[in-house]
């Protein structure tokens, strides 16, 4: 159960009017990101939190009365030299913005209707919330929701700035400007779901750890022994052995994650043939990884699936059951926020330091003589191929940039929540897209760009998350190495944007990636690219 899943639980028994607190805005360095939440009476804290414990008392203390006639956003400022302009002490070096809105006894809050319905049909959504206006149509606290349908009692009222936030919420998440309305994107999305196949004593602390950083967890084994042992999962589930069963619950899941610790080598295989069919994010199987390969082998996987993680969990040092469990749920955690895992003091770059990826789908394909971008492999068009391994990575917000043949290949990349850029310049060369992109990337809190070429179908997250990880550890330039090549997909900090706004023709980045501070990645597979028929063909041998 996750943070907001706790609020809305909360907030269904309450006897008293309260207030929904709610970050919406961040500049500078925070405890807490845009989404998080607070519910609170004028005497007590009931659920959540949008800071470290720097404002929380400030909210308690004077958020009714701030947003007694309605909705308001207060803004914390810890960067004044005058410090503590609320009488708060921050200690974060950053401006935080609060949305308070009250809730009546009987009523409830349209962010927390919506996302108790996201959470009931297993689904995510967009909740767009104004955040500063000048519009009489949309107040503050008004909002547009896409997903699950559901009666907003604040909707927003005028025609012309509904639509167009309407639009703005199949982009991506973060603070959009409409005319004269400020308003914050959100995903709403329920919680991942872990499943632990094996119900042995050490599934126990496996099971608390992961609900206590924001999973639902399932235990599922062929019998379930010591039933008392499990008390504290979301669902126990005896399956005799059918893998139907186990098959149907993950794929019930919208984002799911299975770890295998039978300890018994049968119906570990058995549960690791239904895994690695399923669309779990993540794989894991406790053991010695030459175990699992043996295993993979026999059910006919591969061992270089980036989902399976054998041996399984952090290098921490863990041998106790309790320690084996921090381990797991670490990197449990972080790959559901796509993060390295690693110590944070090696990182040179901000804490919450985000990363934008823009794919470059604007060419028009002359030496292939049809579109690239629709070119399909394994049922899927590649600028949505493209466009689903930099959204993996959960790293920043993505945009796609369209030129030739925009009309389609908008329409293949679909309800994906993504940015679009168009580029009428695409005839000129990528450097018209690249500068299309930079435009783009520079509305964006991210402090970093990575470039993503549609046609380079063997990329995934894996990979643009390894040049993230380079520019996080201080490279200004991180790029991918093939052969002797180095080249896309490449990241470029903030500080080298004004170079790539001033390229121009049809060679992309190369002068900027010869550079001697460029760090190379190594992508074998950045060298499977398709530019010609001959590409395509190659791509249908069993040999690719």
Request: charged content about 20%; glycine content about 10%.
């Amino acid at each position: 159960m996750n943070e907001l899943e706790r609020i809305i639980r909360e907030a269904s028994s309450l006897a008293e009017p309260a207030l929904l607190a709610t970050v919406v805005r961040v500049e500078g360095s925070s405890y807490r990101r845009p989404g998080a939440r607070m519910l609170a009476t004028g005497t007590r804290w009931i659920s959540g939190c949008v800071s470290g414990g720097c404002l929380e008392g400030d909210v308690m203390l004077r958020g009714a009365h701030r947003c007694a006639s309605g909705p308001v956003v207060v803004t914390y400022d810890s960067t004044r030299e005058d410090g503590e302009p609320w009488t708060v002490g921050l200690g974060c070096n950053g401006i935080v913005d609060v949305l308070l809105e009250p809730i009546a006894i009987g009523t409830e809050n349209d962010a927390l209707a919506f996302a108790r319905a996201c959470f009931a049909s297993e689904t995510s959504g967009r909740l767009v919330t104004v955040i500063r206006s000048t519009t009489p149509g949309a107040s503050v606290g008004a909002r547009v929701a896409r997903g699950p349908s559901v009666a907003l009692a604040r909707p927003v009222e005028d025609p012309e700035v509904r639509a167009a936030l309407g639009r703005a919420a199949s982009g991506p998440p973060g603070i959009v400007e409409v005319g004269g309305v400020t308003a914050l994107v959100e995903e709403i999305a329920p919680s991942p779901q872990l499943f632990v196949l094996g119900s042995g004593h050490d599934v126990a602390p496996i099971v608390t750890l992961a609900q206590s950083v924001g999973f639902r967890v399932t235990v599922a084994d062929r019998a379930i022994r010591e039933p008392a042992r499990m008390l504290g999962a979301d669902r126990v589930v005896a399956t005799d052995g059918d893998a139907d069963t186990l098959a149907e619950l993950i794929a019930a899941a919208r984002e799911a994650y299975v770890v295998i610790m039978h300890h018994q080598e049968t119906a570990d295989r058995a549960a690791l043939a239904v895994a690695l069919a399923s669309g779990a994010r993540y794989v894991g199987v406790l053991g010695p990884a030459r175990r699992t390969r043996s295993l993979v082998r026999d059910v006919g996987g591969s061992n270089d699936d980036p989902r399976l993680h054998a041996p399984i969990g952090l290098d921490i040092g863990a041998e106790t059951p309790e320690q084996i469990a921090l381990a797991i749920v670490g990197e449990l955690h972080a790959i559901a926020r796509g993060a390295s895992g690693g110590l944070l003091r090696g990182r040179e770059r901000a804490l919450h330091a985000e990363v934008a990826f823009v794919v470059l789908a604007a060419g028009g394909s002359t030496r292939l003589g049809q579109p690239k971008q629709l070119v399909e492999i394994d049922g899927e068009t590649l600028v949505r191929r493209a466009v689903a391994a930099c959204l993996a990575t959960c790293a920043g917000p993505v945009a796609v940039v369209l030129g030739a043949g925009s009309v389609a290949v908008d329409a293949a990349v679909g309800d994906l929540p993504v940015a679009r850029v168009f580029n009428d310049d695409w005839k000129t060369g990528m450097a018209s897209s690249i500068r299309a992109g930079v435009r783009w990337a520079q509305s964006t809190p991210a402090n970093a760009l990575v470039i993503v070429l549609v046609d380079q179908l063997r990329i995934g997250a894996t990979h643009l998350l390894a040049l993230r990880d380079a520019w996080l550890a201080g490279a200004p330039i991180a790029a991918s190495r093939w052969d002797e090549v180095v080249g896309a997909p490449a990241l470029f900090d903030r500080g080298r944007w004004e170079a790539l706004a001033g390229l121009e023709g049809d060679h992309g980045a190369n002068a900027l990636l010869r550079s001697p501070e460029v760090v190379a990645i190594d992508c074998p597979l950045g060298a499977l690219d398709i530019d010609t028929p001959i590409d395509i063909a190659r791509l249908a041998s069993p040999r690719i």
